[in-house]
Structure formats: structure tokens, C-alpha cells
């Protein structure tokens, strides 16, 4: 059982450092200070994907160990693998108007000292407590549009595509145990897929935008609410992959039980 909750524990920290990461450009044009906030981004987002590989032999092992004793496992496992993703994406929404006003403050002042030392202070613990209930989340949303358009799309889709990645190949390698092996290597194709796409249909546009925001041709607002909608494209993605699991899984094995027979 610990291993579980330290599995949901693992899920729930990547997804909230992952939106974290997601929104920190917005801190760099905001402060003027792109190359430093530029820095946090890359440590903020190699978090969640350092941590992030210890869900894949930890499912695994938890398969596994159901295999060798002869349990059985439903897809409600694995669909609560999906739930915790949510659930962690959903907290870092919550949490991210705090972030982005505590990064703010933070890079500011490793500008004015030039030292990384403030991220580590106990001041910070203490600000991070104690102001975290005062901040106004509310104000931030409410000033975001939703806009049922291209990022929104195409980010339902990617969070699809990272949501069911480790769930969806350790279930099928589970129910067909001799090629578990190859089907959990499938793992990284589907993420490939994902981070493809991201690159270059996402990415590559937001960067696109930010550098207009940065040469005042267009306005911040039209970035704050592409990165929210591309948010809540992803957290429709995970929905969509929490309840069509089981179909997605019945699908994916009768493609694989064809390839399993004819070669």
C-alpha cells in the first residue's frame, strides 16, 4: 500500500510542477528578465520529468506483483493513475496565480543580489505559509476567456496522449503478460508523439507570441489566455483518457492481438 500512495504522491508533484513550468515565461516578460526566468524554467520543468520516469517501474512493479500472485486488476486501477494526473494538473491551476506573483518577487530579487541563495531561505518557506491563504485566486481567473479553438484542441489531445501513456501500455502488458516487455516500451512512442506535437504545434506558436508581447505588438493578455486555455485543453485530454480508458485498452489490444497473430 505505500507503494501506492507514494505513487499518487509522485503523480500529483509532476503534474503540479509541470503547470508551474508551463506558465513561468509569462514571469520573464512580466519582470523583463527573460534569461533568468528562461533558467527557471528548465530547472521547473526538469523536476516533473526527472521524478516523473519513477511512475513507470512502479506501476509496473504493482503489475507485476499482481501477475506473480495471481490478482486480478481491473482498469479502475489504472484509471486512478488518470484521476491523480487531474488532479495534480487541476492544483497547479489553482496554485499557479501564487506562483507566478511569488516567482515575480523571487527572480527580482536574484537580479538585485545576484545569488540563487533567496530561493533556499527559510524566508521563503515562511512567505510561501503564511501568504499563500491571503492571495486572491479568484481575480485571476475570472479575468481569463475561454476560447474553444486551436490550443484548446490540440492540448485535449496531447493531455489525452500523456494521461493514458503509462496507464494504457502497463494494462495491456498486464493482460497480455508474455509481450508485457515490448507493450511497456511503447510508453516512450506514445510521449514521443506527445512532445512532437507540443513542439511544434504548440510551442513553437507560444514562442511566437511571446516574442510579438516582447516587441509590443500584441498585448500579454493574449498569451495568459492562450496558457490558460492550453491548460484547460489538457485537463480535458486527461478527462476524456480517465473515463475512455477501458475502450481505449480494448481497442489498442485488438490492434495488437492482429500484429500478435500475423507475425
Known amino acids: 500500500m505505500k507503494i501506492i500512495f507514494i505513487l499518487y504522491a509522485v503523480i500529483v508533484f509532476v503534474n503540479i510542477f509541470w503547470v508551474f513550468g508551463f506558465f513561468v515565461r509569462l514571469v520573464g516578460i512580466e519582470t523583463k528578465k527573460w534569461s533568468i526566468s528562461n533558467t527557471f524554467y528548465q530547472i521547473i520543468n526538469i523536476i516533473p520529468q526527472a521524478i516523473g520516469l519513477i511512475q513507470v517501474p512502479m506501476i509496473t512493479l504493482f503489475?507485476?506483483?499482481?501477475?506473480?500472485?495471481?490478482q486480478t486488476l481491473t482498469s479502475l486501477f489504472y484509471q486512478k493513475i488518470i484521476l491523480y494526473n487531474f488532479l495534480g494538473t487541476f492544483l497547479g491551476l489553482l496554485l499557479m496565480p501564487f506562483f507566478m506573483n511569488y516567482m515575480k518577487n523571487i527572480i527580482n530579487k536574484i537580479y538585485e543580489e545576484?545569488?540563487?541563495?533567496?530561493?533556499f531561505s527559510k524566508k521563503l518557506l515562511k512567505d510561501i505559509i503564511f501568504k499563500l491563504p491571503m492571495y486572491n485566486f479568484g481575480?485571476?481567473?475570472k479575468e481569463r476567456k475561454f476560447i474553444f479553438g486551436y490550443f484548446y484542441i490540440i492540448n485535449s489531445f496531447i493531455g489525452l496522449l500523456l494521461s493514458i501513456a503509462f496507464p494504457l501500455c502497463v494494462y495491456i502488458g498486464y493482460q497480455i503478460p508474455a509481450y508485457r516487455a515490448t507493450l511497456?516500451?511503447?510508453v516512450s512512442v506514445i510521449i514521443g508523439i506527445a512532445t512532437i506535437i507540443n513542439i511544434f504545434f504548440v510551442e513553437l506558436k507560444i514562442s511566437i507570441i511571446s516574442d510579438k508581447i516582447i516587441n509590443k505588438l500584441i498585448d500579454i493578455v493574449i498569451l495568459k489566455d492562450t496558457l490558460f486555455n492550453c491548460l484547460?485543453?489538457?485537463?480535458?485530454?486527461?478527462?476524456?483518457?480517465?473515463?475512455?480508458?477501458?475502450?481505449?485498452?480494448?481497442?489498442t489490444l485488438l490492434i495488437i492481438g492482429y500484429f500478435i497473430d500475423k507475425y
Open 114 to 119: 545576484s545569488s540563487l541563495s533567496i530561493f
Open 63 to 70: 503489475t507485476e506483483t499482481a501477475i506473480n500472485k495471481n
Open 184 to 186: 511497456i516500451s511503447l
Open 139 to 141: 481575480r485571476y481567473f
Open 232 to 251: 484547460l485543453g489538457r485537463l480535458t485530454g486527461i478527462i476524456f483518457g480517465l473515463f475512455f480508458l477501458p475502450y481505449i485498452s480494448k481497442f
